[in-house]
């Protein structure tokens, strides 16, 4: 079964600053990866997801994530941050063999200060 | 109103009662799933189901049942609440398309054991 690690469970930064939440899944079997955020009092909503192609995928709201297959990471990344980009941010990773069921990671709680 | 739904909202019960969270798509979508969050643990998946009247243990099923009778409905009926099962609880739903595919989350049910 896959495992997701998001090694950080809460990020404090200041505004305009850049940010890296870290990812790792266990498997390096053929996976499909996302991040999702989750703003206070809210459901999930998808950040980006890599399922092929280049390994660099683009959020509209400025944040980027890179596939690294070696290293089994999803690490998500802006280069500067604004208040409303606090939230929660989870990785999740799907298994090509488990159809559509998502493992997710504990979370990062993104806290952007002004 | 388009889109996924999850009733109630918010719901206070008392230990050994039975408690069933709706959850409503206009998708068609043939995957649904039910995840509880956790603080600390993040998503776990409670149980899912690839269609109409097809359903399959996720994570942690433990104290839970679902059906599905139509492909636009999942109930989770908790037989028995126990002060253990205090969460928040999300639905979502996905569907392939041309080879893409991603989950979509309901509002959540924030539900609390007395």
């Known amino acids: 079964a896959q495992s997701v690690t998001q090694l950080d469970s809460q990020v404090p930064v200041f505004e305009e600053a850049p940010v890296e939440l870290r990812c790792n899944y266990s498997?390096?079997?053929?996976?499909?990866l996302f991040w999702y955020v989750q703003y206070p009092n809210q459901g999930l909503q998808l950040l980006l997801k890599?399922?092929?192609?280049?390994?660099l995928v683009e959020s509209i709201n400025g944040f980027e994530a890179e596939f690294n297959k070696s290293q089994t990471s999803f690490h998500l990344r802006k280069p500067s941050v604004h208040i409303s980009d606090t939230a929660e941010y989870f990785c999740?990773?799907?298994?090509?063999?488990?159809?559509?069921?998502?493992?997710f990671g504990g979370g990062t709680r993104l806290m952007v200060k002004p | 109103d388009a889109g996924i739904t999850q009733s109630p909202r918010y719901k206070i019960t008392e230990t050994g009662r039975q408690v069933t969270l709706m959850c409503h798509q206009t998708?068609?979508?043939?995957?649904m799933f039910w995840y509880r969050q956790d603080l600390g643990h993040g998503l776990r998946l409670i149980y899912y189901?690839?269609?109409?009247?097809?359903?399959d243990k996720g994570e942690v099923p433990d104290g839970y049942v679902v059906s599905r009778s139509k492909t636009e409905n999942f109930p989770l009926t908790l037989e028995s609440a126990t002060r253990s099962q205090t969460s928040v609880y999300f639905c979502?739903?996905?569907?392939?398309?041309?080879?893409?595919?991603?989950?979509?989350f309901g509002p959540g049910t924030r539900l609390t054991v007395l």
């Open positions: 979502a739903s996905s569907e392939w398309v041309a080879g893409e595919t991603e989950q979509f």
């Open positions: 498997s390096s079997v053929s996976v499909y």
């Open positions: 890599y399922l092929s192609g280049s390994t």
């Open positions: 999740a990773v799907s298994d090509l063999s488990a159809g559509n069921m998502l493992t």
């Open positions: 998708w068609s979508h043939s995957y």
């Open positions: 189901s690839a269609a109409a009247d097809i359903t």
